[in-house]
């Protein structure tokens, strides 16, 4: 089993910033892309950013220029730098990568989500 623990998250005010962090742990053989995608009330889930194991990095066209995406592969880790943040950017942020486990081949998981809320 994988687990996905997200941290970093909390109330900024608009030009403000926020680092989000998120840990895989588990029976792991290695991770392809990780990346974040952000859910805001009555929308869809939607990508922000993803980065493959070989740190090739795509954005979404609201957050690019403004958020960056990095991972550590020693430590099984993805983070989400977030600059200049707008009310618009307000979400439950979620963690999610493609992981291959010892038993089970590859699998796509989630973390449990972390709310970011940009407002003054």
């Known amino acids: 089993q994988v687990q996905l623990v997200e941290s970093g998250g909390g109330l900024v005010q608009p030009g403000g910033s926020l680092r989000l962090s998120c840990a895989a742990s588990?029976?792991?053989?290695?991770?392809?892309?990780m990346g974040w995608y952000r859910q805001a009330p009555g929308k869809q889930r939607e990508l922000v950013a993803t980065?493959?194991?070989?740190?090739?990095?795509i954005y979404s066209g609201s957050v690019k220029g403004r958020f960056t995406i990095s991972r550590d592969n020693a430590k099984n880790t993805v983070s989400l730098q977030m600059n200049s943040l707008k009310p618009e950017d307000t979400a439950v942020y979620y963690c999610?990568?493609?992981?291959?486990?010892?038993?089970?081949?590859?699998?796509?998981?989630w973390g449990q989500g972390t709310q970011v809320t940009v407002s003054s």
């Open positions: 999610n990568a493609d992981v291959e486990t010892v038993v089970a081949g590859h699998s796509m998981y």
């Open positions: 588990g029976s792991i053989r290695s991770i392809n892309a």
């Open positions: 980065i493959t194991s070989g740190v090739r990095t």
